[in-house]
């Protein structure tokens, strides 16, 4: 899909300069006046860089990290709904969880930070305040 919009940018952008070399030369293609030509020529650039927008939305979407699974769960913040000491239950991402508390206690209501997991138990610390 990549390959075929940076194809058609660059089909758009050669018909956009042939039309733009047509209109500055004076020749008329088909007819056309040179305001016409120039209106297309701006019209096809104008396209060109809205499909090279897209273009490059795409390929950056490709190189994300992924945001599921453990990898989205570690480093993710959430709220003691229980007390930990050391094992307890967290809210995070909007789901309840079984945790353990990584070297200290935790009470209900504090901030949590998922550090790792081990199987279905996250391990958690408090998480740090932010000034």
């Known amino acids: ?5 940076a194809f058609l940018i660059g089909i758009l952008a050669t018909i956009a300069a042939f039309l733009f070399y047509a209109a500055i030369s004076g020749t008329t293609y088909y ?11 701006i019209t096809l650039i104008i396209v060109a860089l809205i499909v090279a927008v897209i ?20 480093g993710a913040v959430g709220v003691a709904t229980t007390d930990l000491k050391p094992k307890g239950e ?10 353990t508390a990584k ?8 901030e949590v930070e998922v550090v790792g997991m081990d199987g279905m138990l996250l391990v958690v610390k408090l998480a740090e305040q932010k000034a």
């Open 90 to 99: 967290i809210r995070v991402m909007g789901e309840f969880w079984e945790a």
């Open 31 to 41: 007819g056309l006046a040179v305001s016409v030509e120039l209106t297309l020529g």
């Open 55 to 74: 273009f490059y939305v795409g390929v950056k979407a490709q190189f994300k990290r992924v945001k599921t699974g453990k990898e989205a769960l570690i």
């Open 1 to 5: 899909m990549h390959a075929g919009l």
């Open 103 to 110: 070297n200290t206690e935790i009470v209900v209501g504090q």
